[in-house]
T-cell receptor, first 109, second 114 residues
Framework: QKEVEQNSGPLSVPEGAIASLNCTYSDRGSQSFFWYRQYSGKSPELIMS????GDKEDGRFTAQLNKASQYVSLLIRDSQPSDSATYLC?????????FGAGTTVTVRA | SAVISQKPSRDICQRGTSLTIQCQVDSQVTMMFWYRQQPGQSLTLIAT?????????ESGFVIDKFPISRPNLTFSTLTVSNMSPEDSSIYLC???????????FGEGSRLTVL
């Protein structure tokens, strides 16, 4: 599996702030990138997919992709306590996904 | 998206026994995979479940230990054979489509081996 690195956590942010999550990957040929949210004791849930350079917004979530820098990020705006979870970056090489170790986010009320 | 049902959701097993986990998807999907997640760790791919043929295993995983079947597009099983305490983990079935690459996960099967 290809290497996927995420910024180490845990990340603690106050309610209403922006949480910024970063991910780098080693396979320059990767074309598809995903962010998953995993609540404690639950399975991963797909929250964002991004395939092209630039920004993609979905509600309070914005994914950013820079293939030249092999970098993908996730911004969570107006963070809520319900956003407290572990966020997994996943990168598709050939047909399989490789996952990062995850960044745990805690939103303080 | 796809709704994925896994069973059992959890089990406690004795050393040396085997357990089969079943995965059912609510729609026809191109890809099915089995992952393992140790407590506090990320996901490790065990194998790709191929319809009607032998699964494709990742490094460190072998068919004798983790036999996998996928008789049709929507159903797969993973067996954990001759279990030891080191096999205690959460096993996750995932499924999706080749064109988008998006994967969806079942609720997982939490396995404890005593």
């Amino acid at each position: 599996q290809k290497e996927v690195e995420q910024n180490s956590g845990p990340l603690s942010v106050p309610e209403g702030a922006i949480a910024s999550l970063n991910c780098t990957y080693s396979d320059r040929g990767s074309q598809s990138f995903f962010w998953y949210r995993q609540y404690s004791g639950k399975s991963p849930e797909l929250i964002m997919s991004i395939y092209s350079n630039g920004d993609k917004e979905d509600g309070r979530f914005t994914a950013q992709l820079n293939k030249a820098s092999q970098y993908v990020s996730l911004l969570i705006r107006d963070s809520q306590p319900s956003d407290s979870a572990t966020y997994l970056c996943a990168v598709r090489g050939d047909y399989k996904l490789s996952f990062g170790a995850g960044t745990t986010v805690t939103v303080r009320a | 998206s796809a709704v994925i049902s896994q069973k059992p959701s959890r089990d406690i097993c004795q050393r040396g026994t085997s357990l089969t986990i079943q995965c059912q998807v609510d729609s026809q999907v191109t890809m099915m995979f089995w992952y393992r997640q140790q407590p506090g760790q990320s996901l490790t791919l065990i194998a790709t479940a191929n319809q009607g043929s032998e699964a494709t295993y990742e490094s460190g995983f072998v068919i004798d230990k983790f036999p996998i079947s996928r008789p049709n597009l929507t159903f797969s099983t993973l067996t954990v054979s001759n279990m030891s305490p080191e096999d205690s983990s959460i096993y996750l079935c995932s499924a999706g489509h080749l064109n988008t690459g998006e994967l969806f996960f079942g609720e997982g099967s939490r396995l404890t081996v005593l």
